[in-house]
């Protein structure tokens, strides 16, 4: 099954755009992109997912690269309730793993006032 | 409208003792899966379902057994706890894996004493 690495933290400040990168080098031509979030003591939150082009939902925007080798998350404008762990994750559309959810290990995004 | 129901919330374990972790949704979702976290980790797979009737492993599927007899509920058992199955445990449910994004329960406190 591909891999997918992250950063394993990053910070921002309230109100600036924020840039999470992932990459997924093994990522096979039928595997969606899928990006959640986890806010401390709860279950994870779907922020949006894509399989080729860019997409854009009132969360976020998700970029992904024309080798769909990485990808990476902008969030426009960060607010504290943004913190969280975020996780990349590829959705299995094939084989023997299809639909399959496996996560990473996320980054831990930190929003300063 | 519930989404997605986990019972029970909390439950405390003796090692040896049996239990049953129920996922429910009412979102004629056919596909469900079943995570487990450990403090400061990500999210682990353990089984997964793509409809009603089947199953297939995870990442860390020892010591597990689930079923999927009736499309709105995931049922994961433990048929002898382990101190190491000390987690939080996560259902998520999906329209069709991949293509969709999935909606995850609170999450199921378990501690294995």
């Known amino acids: 099954d591909a891999k997918t690495t992250q950063p394993n933290s990053m910070e921002s400040n309230e109100e600036e755009p924020v840039h999470l990168p992932c990459n997924h080098s093994?990522?096979?031509?039928?595997?969606?992109i899928h990006w959640y979030r986890q806010l401390p003591s709860q279950g994870p939150e779907y922020v949006i997912h894509?399989?080729?082009s860019n997409v854009n939902n009132r969360m976020a925007s998700l970029a992904i690269a024309e080798d769909r080798k990485s990808s990476t998350l902008i969030l426009h404008r960060a607010t504290l309730r943004d913190a969280a762990v975020y996780y990349c994750?590829?959705?299995?559309?094939?084989?023997?793993?299809?639909?399959?959810?496996?996560f990473g290990q996320g980054t831990i995004l930190t929003v300063h006032p | 409208n519930a989404g997605v129901t986990q019972t029970p919330k909390f439950r405390v374990l003796k090692t040896g003792q049996s239990m049953t972790l129920l996922c429910a949704q009412d979102?004629?979702?056919?596909?469900m899966y079943w995570y487990r976290q450990d403090p400061g980790m990500g999210l682990r797979l353990i089984h997964y379902?793509?409809?009603?009737?089947?199953?297939a492993k995870g990442e860390v599927p020892d010591g597990y057994n689930v079923s999927r007899l009736k499309k709105q509920n995931f049922l994961l058992g433990l048929e002898s706890a382990a101190p190491s199955q000390t987690s939080v445990y996560f259902c998520?449910?999906?329209?069709?894996?991949?293509?969709?994004?999935?909606?995850f329960g609170q999450g199921t406190r378990l501690t294995v004493v």
């Open positions: 998520a449910s999906s329209y069709s894996g991949e293509r969709t994004e999935a909606f």
């Open positions: 093994t990522i096979s031509g039928t595997d969606y």
């Open positions: 894509g399989l080729t």
């Open positions: 994750i590829l959705a299995y559309a094939g084989g023997t793993s299809y639909g399959k959810l496996t």
């Open positions: 979102m004629n979702h056919e596909y």
């Open positions: 379902s793509v409809g009603e009737g089947t199953t």
